[in-house]
Nanobody, 115 residues
């Protein structure tokens, strides 16, 4: 079955950087779109950044200019470079892949930004 495995989370000081990675396996089809979401304690899951195959990346206003999403050519790996992190970025970050109209989720990776 389709599996998404995230890595790269951790504890970082405010102003620091982290790079999240997500690898997709178990599908003979490439993803049509790849996205990163996050969920902070007590809040709903929100879209952070996403990109469709052949499309331009899109970002939440709160991360524009600080985060950058990228992917490999085969749409099997997606990355999120996070710079100038602030405590408000603390959340569990989830990778999402849209494959033939079905969305798949990773297990999430914790990002904690200390003040």
């Amino acid at each position: 079955q389709v599996q998404l495995v995230e890595s790269g989370g951790g504890l970082v000081q405010s102003g620091g950087s982290l790079r999240l990675s997500c690898e997709i396996s178990g599908s003979i089809y490439s993803a049509n779109a790849l996205s990163w979401y996050r969920q902070a304690p007590g809040k709903e899951r929100e879209l952070v950044a996403g990109m469709a195959s052949g499309g331009m990346p899109k970002y939440a206003d709160s991360v524009k200019g600080r985060f950058s999403i990228s992917r490999d050519h085969a749409m099997k790996k997606v990355y999120l470079q996070m710079n100038s992190l602030i405590p408000e970025d603390t959340a569990v970050y989830y990778c999402n892949a849209l494959i033939r109209g079905v969305g798949f989720w990773g297990q999430g990776t914790q990002v904690t930004v200390s003040a």
